[in-house]
């Protein structure tokens, strides 16, 4: 069984930075990203990377996360800059089901909090 386990959250001002890691129990041939949610609001996409390092962005995210993945250590990052409060969310780590077109039935971290304050 596959397990994602996110690090990295904290307490930052808004400007800052904090880079998140995600390490896998094993190794993660497909697609891995980062998803966040606030209380009240469904989980949103934040950003995607492939096993080829293509990466896919949210909005309101491009130009200040960037997203990576070291496939050697099993392990997704993701670095961001120039933190806002309406960053403040928890942050999830997911991993790609091959065998499933549906998120039901990919993998998930625990999640870890981001709190930027104004």
């Known amino acids: 069984q596959v397990q994602l386990v996110e690090s990295g959250g904290g307490l930052v001002q808004t400007g800052g930075s904090l880079r998140l890691s995600c390490a896998a129990s094993?190794?993660?041939?497909?697609?891995l990203g980062w998803y966040r949610q606030v209380p009240g609001k469904e989980r949103e996409l934040v950003a995607t990377?492939?096993?080829?390092?293509?990466?896919n962005y949210a909005q309101s995210v491009m130009g200040r996360f960037t997203i990576s993945r070291d496939n050697a250590k099993d392990t997704v990052y993701l670095q961001m800059n120039s933190l806002k409060p309406e960053d403040t969310a928890v942050y999830y780590c997911?991993?790609?089901?091959?065998?499933?077109?549906?998120?039901?039935?990919?993998?998930w971290g625990q999640g870890t909090q981001v709190t930027v304050s104004s």
């Open positions: 997911n991993a790609d089901n091959p065998f499933s077109t549906s998120m039901e039935y990919d993998y």
């Open positions: 094993g190794t993660i041939f497909g697609t």
């Open positions: 990377i492939t096993s080829d390092h293509v990466t």
